[in-house]
């Protein structure tokens, strides 16, 4: 199969690539990036004229529900609602069910994503057995198997020895861990931000300690063990601080954050708006303007879905007893090029948190556009406005709280390993 996409603005952060040029794909690979090429005769032609041309984007934690959840959602319906986002890579957080502790489940997610052929899934394993933070899991057969790094999902170690043994164990098989950072008896029981909102509310808070005391404990055991890190959802100002200083300081940690804390805020809550109930919570205005600073400066790499597809059920109720968790493999694309319409990052800093950063910190050679490369490629019309409905979502999650927000940028194609698995309606 040959396909060429003509006519577009092709941007590729990795190589500062920025021309208008035509795509040429051959045998799931791109052939050149040039004005022609002569004698290539496509298959397909894809007019990409006044749009933009990037790689297929890299979503650092996006969880599936399968298996054990499938009742909410599946492999099948999410791929196909992250190639509609454009998204071409995703990374899966160990706490399904069974947990990502041995390879046979990791063999398991990746069969059923080969079978789905929308996108690459792949695996981060489990750095405890079960994810109950007492006996580490086999780290070594994890890898082996093919994942990308370990992490303990949201499930605490509470232990510090078996904490720093775990970091331990992985910085001897090079692995990145990843961190969900969060005390669990600071955040025990609240449900919001603690402040204003959560005093007026009557609901529990979170302090911002809960994550600024838990990164840095995690800094310290990071520079005593060597580990490479990944802190992933950070909300507060002060843990952007914390990160900036350790990198400063050499550490080898990297940083990502949701797109949807950097557009909301507390006051979002509203009359206990559900759809906002997320984990860690949405923190004050002072905290999301720190975080869109630290995505500027490059403290923050990358920008990440979190996606958590729900039951509608889960949303109803007093907001304290509902699910956190928002469906957003759809917006995060709209979600980080609406901060380019407002000039809080450049396109290229967007484009780049999307693709060639995310693909650095999993170590995978994605997220980029050369020759010899995969052909994962999101094809993005600029010049296009359509109101966010969750109700129309391909996900099987419909539970977001941007319902009725005018984006500009949509996703026309998306390519995977050079066959086109996305492609918008007239």
């Known amino acids: 199969m040959k396909i060429c996409i003509q006519n577009g603005r092709v941007i590729d952060p990795a190589s500062q690539l920025d021309v208008d040029h035509n795509v040429y794909i051959e045998d799931g690979r791109i052939v050149a990036i040039a004005e022609d090429v002569a004698g290539f005769d496509a298959d397909i032609e894809i007019d990409a ?9 890299v979503d650092l934690s996006a969880r599936l529900r399968e298996p054990g959840q499938e009742h909410t959602a599946t492999i099948e319906s999410e791929t196909r609602a992250a190639a509609a986002g454009g998204i071409t890579t995703l990374a899966v957080p160990p706490d399904t069910d069974p947990v990502i502790d041995t390879p046979a489940v990791v063999e398991l997610i990746e069969d059923r994503a080969k079978k789905a052929g929308r996108t690459m899934v792949l695996t981060i394993g489990a750095l405890t057995q079960k994810l109950n933070g007492e006996l580490l899991a086999e780290m070594a ?3 082996a198997a093919g994942c990308v790094g370990v992490s303990n999902g949201v499930s605490e170690i509470k ?3 078996v904490w720093r043994r775990a970091l331990e164990y992985a910085a001897t098989l090079d692995l990145t861990v990843f961190i969900n950072a969060a005390d669990p008896w600071l955040q025990k029981q609240g449900c919001v931000h603690e402040g204003t909102v959560s005093a007026r509310l009557g609901l529990s808070g979170i302090p911002e300690s809960a994550e600024t005391i838990a990164v840095s404990r995690d800094l310290i055991l990071i520079e005593q063990t060597g580990v490479r890190a990944h802190f992933h959802s950070l909300s507060t100002g002060k843990a952007v601080k ?35 109930h ?13 975080l869109k600073q630290g995505l500027r400066d490059g403290v923050i790499q990358a920008v990440s879905s979190h996606h958590q597809p729900l039951d509608a059920d889960a949303k109803l109720g007093p907001f304290a007893e509902t699910t956190p968790g ?18 809080e990052i450049t396109l290229h800093q967007a484009i780049a948190s999307l693709t060639c950063q995310p693909a650095a910190i999993l170590g995978i050679d994605a997220g ?36 009725g927000w005018l ?16 492609q918008r309606s007239a």
């Open 407 to 422: 984006f500009q940028h949509q996703v026309s194609h998306t390519l995977f390993q050079g066959k086109v698995v996305y």
């Open 141 to 143: 057969a994890l890898k």
């Open 49 to 57: 004229y006044n749009k933009i041309v990037c790689p297929g984007l």
């Open 159 to 161: 232990n510090t020895v």
């Open 278 to 290: 997320v984990m860690p919570p949405l923190r004050g205005v002072r905290d999301r303007e720190q």
């Open 368 to 403: 980029q556009l050369k020759v010899g490369a995969s052909a994962d490629i999101c094809i993005i019309d600029a010049d296009v406005q359509y109101d966010c409905q969750p109700s129309s979502f391909i996900s099987a999650g419909k539970n977001s709280p941007f319902g």
């Open 326 to 343: 928002l469906s957003a493999l759809e917006t995060l694309l709209p979600l980080t090029l609406k901060l380019v319409e407002d000039d």
């Open 242 to 276: 914390l990160i900036r200083e350790a990198q400063e300081r050499g550490l080898p940690v990297t940083a990502d954050v949701s797109a949807h804390h950097l557009h909301l805020c507390e006051h979002d809550l509203g009359n206990y708006d559900s759809f906002s």
